[in-house]
């Protein structure tokens, strides 16, 4: 299907009506007339000793409540922020809320204000006076772990968080002995800071009566944050804290962290018995919003005399910042482990990862979380080694595709469906006519280049996963499920769900998510999850849920259950006109006397899905760039994307969940890199004066064609769009820019291909 948005599925998003209007309501928009204003004193320094802090004067201005330290919080025996990543062994140094006795990254929160106006706040801040001595930083992951590095913690010598091995290594050498050919390829995976159209901001209150605490917060994975906060830091039932979040203007998955301002803010609210609230400013968020990728990796792949691929052998090193965020480490180890090899029938594969602690903001999953980065290693390598074998690119990664299904991969992962050689084929047929292309650009002076590269998501977050329905007196059925939106259209995209398998119209439903009170369990957004894992919970409560409801219906219609018939919202007895609509059947189940022996009232299900399943979507993608020598300057002309989802429930919406996908991967390819100092650790990329988003001129128009090739992995046959653009568009931007940089000499470039680090590489590749 090459255009969506002409499918019969792709009605328009529901939630657009209010977006668009300005009526979307997120935690700025919410009044709390008798809150509290709050502003965090962060560190200016990457590392430092803390000699002494004195509050006083701003303790004494008028209008403050309360000015806190750490020793504050230690006061009242809150504990340590966790990480909570799969990853054995692993060394996770302790991480308050504030930090004790020294701070480690810029923007490392020091000291907590509280106010009655955000402007008294800051300005309280800015009389507390810290006495600060600075120590040695280091920033970068390999240098962390190289021998006379400064040392962030005394708990994790050489700076290493955790060494972990998988895959074959002993296959892996003897592949590499009978290989005809060995490609060596060093490739960074930048690092990343996030982005979202909404910063960080939260508002906490506390009911002194029930001795409960509430946090209404821009965040995912709200079920996961609660009970952070319940078991470790708190120490309290997890019914004590109750979590909240209105609409969230995008994440991309730093939003599904425990981070110190949640602490602070339900701390605060709990001692002064009033409503704090926060805000984080663009620059708050640039130093202590979790940051991403910044993996370093070093790939051997062999290959027979043939260009048959024997092994990948691949050592990382992943930059985990100075703290270990919640999951962190789960990207560099657990999730790009899954998809290493990619798409490619690779016999044996050994991977080394060590984990570097540094005086950086603390990098955690940001959208794709490790598969990215896998991809982009073996695309890499296999560019590399067409290179050096004289082949076509696309050819020799047609040779190698996984062609038959299902397929066990070398790391394990089981891939029950799709057509890799078909997508090659569809993609490059799409993009005919590029030598003559590559000619009229030269005759002008400029360099043209084609990129080919695939990619494979692997595609489940966290296991399992809850969701309910609920028939209402109006009429209406409430939805209410675990993952969480934070822009991806699921008030749409659920209701469709639900309107098909039910039989009713959309408008019936009433979508609820992101709330503790109302949704009774959750793993929320992160991994591509939400219609793989929320959508066929839904599936199997709505399928509960009607048992229940055909049981009463055969009850009150007076027929066995084996004679009753449902379609389009109503019950029938079969071969009769005797029947019942389900909206008068819920509310008849609300009264016991209606129900037959052993029936509770109410038709309302909750069903917790529990699988681990994984889905595979998967795609080849094509890129033409146009560059010129004399500056630097790169064109993206094109972009084709051919991809596999798995049956679409709404195309249109999957398409633009690609589109952002691949806008980001581009950026990633293109424009973006967080950049500190070596020698201070200051981020010199602070702010959008000095960091590159693409914008709509960095973009060409998307040819993108959804091929659907369902999976028996769920009951929808879905395998989840949300992270593959930005798993994709790195290696085939890359393979389009040094296609057109070979020509002029140039072999190696990492991301970002800035103007500039084109122009170097060009300059650098002269003859002298």
């Not at 984990?355 to 990215?372: M, Q």
């Not at 038959?404 to 997508?423: E, K, L, W, Y």
Request: net charge negative; glycine share 10%; charged share 20%.
């Amino acid at each position: 299907m090459a255009d969506g948005s002409r499918d019969a599925r792709s009605i328009r998003r529901l939630e657009d009506a209010r977006f668009l209007t300005g009526h979307g309501r997120y935690v700025e928009d919410i009044g709390e007339p008798a809150a509290l204003h709050s502003h965090v004193l962060r560190s200016p320094h990457a590392h430092a000793l803390i000699r002494s802090i004195d509050v006083s004067s701003a303790a004494s201005m008028p209008g403050v409540h309360l000015v806190a330290t750490a020793d504050d919080l230690a006061a009242d025996g809150l504990g340590h922020m966790p990480c909570l990543a799969a990853v054995k062994p692993m060394i996770v140094p302790p991480r308050p809320a504030l930090a004790t006795g020294r701070v480690r990254h810029v923007g490392d929160p020091v000291c907590f204000v509280v106010a009655d106006s955000a402007e008294v706040a800051r300005e309280a801040a800015e009389r507390i006076e810290i006495d600060y001595e600075p120590m040695p930083s280091v920033s970068h992951g390999r240098t962390a772990l190289a021998e006379g590095a400064p040392v962030l913690w005394d708990e994790a010598p050489g700076n290493l968080a955790y060494h972990v091995q998988r895959g074959d290594h002993a296959a892996v050498a003897q592949a590499m002995k009978s290989a005809a050919h060995i490609v060596d390829v060093d490739v960074t995976n930048n690092r990343v800071i996030v982005v979202p159209l909404e910063p960080r901001a939260g508002i906490a209150r506390y009911d002194a009566a029930t001795d409960t605490m509430d946090l209404e917060l821009t965040g995912q994975g709200l079920h996961g944050i609660r009970r952070q906060l319940a078991e470790f830091i708190f120490k309290v039932a997890p019914e004590r804290i109750q979590l909240h979040a209105p609409d969230v203007g995008g994440g991309f998955g730093m939003k599904n962290f425990l981070y110190p301002e949640w602490i602070l803010l339900l701390w605060a609210a709990r001692r002064l018995k009033r409503p704090v609230r926060w805000l984080a400013d663009r620059a708050e968020d640039f130093v202590m919003g979790a940051q991403g990728r910044d993996i370093e990796a070093t790939a051997r792949i062999a290959l027979d005399e043939a260009g048959r691929i024997l092994a990948l052998d691949v050592a990382m090193v992943a930059n985990l910042g100075a703290y270990l965020s919640g999951n962190g480490p789960g990207a560099s180890v657990v999730a790009a482990s899954t998809a290493q090899g990619g798409v490619y029938d690779i016999p044996a594969i050994a991977v080394d990862v060590r984990g570097a602690l540094t005086n950086t903001t603390p990098v955690d999953a940001y959208r794709g979380a490790g598969k990215p980065e896998a991809n982009y290693i073996v695309e890499r390598a296999i560019e590399a080694a067409a290179r050096a074998l004289g082949r076509d690119p696309a050819d020799l990664r047609r040779q190698n595709l996984i062609a038959s299904f299902p397929h066990r991969t070398a790391m394990g992962m089981a891939i029950d469906s799709g057509d890799f050689v078909a997508n090659l084929d569809a993609a490059v047929a799409r993009a005919p006519g590029f030598e003559a292309r590559r000619a009229d650009a030269r005759a002008r002076g400029r360099l043209r280049g084609l990129g080919v590269a695939c990619f494979l998501e692997t595609s489940r977050g966290a296991p399992n996963e809850g969701a309910e329905v609920r028939f209402e007196p109006d009429g209406s059925v409430m939805i209410a499920v675990g993952t969480e939106s934070n822009g991806q259209g699921h008030e749409t995209s659920f209701a469709q769900i639900a309107s098909k398998h039910l039989g009713l119209p959309i408008e019936t439903f009433r979508y609820v998510q992101a709330d503790t009170r109302a949704v009774k369990t959750g793993a929320g957004h992160g991994g591509a999850r939400s219609m793989h894992m929320g959508g066929a919970a839904l599936v199997r409560a709505m399928d509960a849920a009607l048992a229940k409801a055909r049981r009463l219906a055969a009850h009150l219609l007076q027929a066995a259950e084996q004679e009753i018939d449902y379609e389009r919202g109503r019950f029938t007895v079969r071969g009769t006109d005797r029947g019942i609509d389900l909206a008068t059947l819920a509310a008849s189940a609300s009264d016991a006397a209606n129900l037959p022996d052993g029936m509770s009232p109410g038709l309302g299900e909750h069903v917790l899905n529990v699988t681990d399943v994984f889905t595979f979507p998967n795609g080849c993608h094509v890129a033409e760039v146009e560059i010129d020598p004399e500056t630097g300057a790169t064109e993206l002309l094109s972009y084709i994307a051919v991809d596999d989802y798995g049956r679409l429930i709404n195309p249109m919406l999957t398409e633009g969940q690609v589109q952002g996908g691949l806008a980001q991967g581009i950026g990633q390819a293109m424009l973006e890199r967080t950049v500190y100092d070596p020698d201070s650790g200051q981020l010199l990329t602070g702010s959008l004066m000095d960091y590159a988003l693409p914008r709509a001129t960095d973009l060409p128009f998307f040819d993108i064609e959804l091929v659907e090739r369902p999976t028996a992995a769920n009951p929808l046959g879905v395998k989840g769009s949300g992270q593959a653009g930005c798993i994709g568009a790195p290696q085939t931007v890359m393979a389009a820019i040094l296609d057109a940089l070979r020509h002029a000499g140039v072999e190696r470039l990492d991301m970002p291909a800035t103007p500039a680090r084109v122009w170097e590489a060009l300059q650098a590749a002269k003859p002298r």
